[in-house]
């Protein structure tokens, strides 16, 4: 099926903002996702990180938001300028967190 729903009006992008600003379970990313990040990837990467036991699965939107405002142009429907913007803060939003997450991962010694 390949991708299905991608956050390209401000309603759906302010909902995915929103949706992201607090931990995501994978017990339920893939129905409030589905209508706003519909996407195979995603879902088979959520899914398997509900196996694995993951808490949070913000860090697999982001990685999938990203490529997608990467890809803009070749979206079979164009974005709308204000969805674009507002999905590009919460991609930015949610690197900075990433990065916040790898950074407290690593041993003290790594980061000198």
Known sequence: MGVWALPQT???AKELQKLVAKPLSPKVAADKLYDLLGDDDLFDNILEAKEKGDSDVRILVE????KFLSEKENAVKPWNKEAYKIA?????HLRSFT???KQDCQPTSQLR
Request: proline content about 0%.
């Open 99 to 101: 990065f916040r997450i």
């Open 63 to 66: 990685s999938s938001l990203s």
């Open 88 to 92: 590009k803060i919460s991609a930015n």
């Open 10 to 12: 401000v309603k759906q």
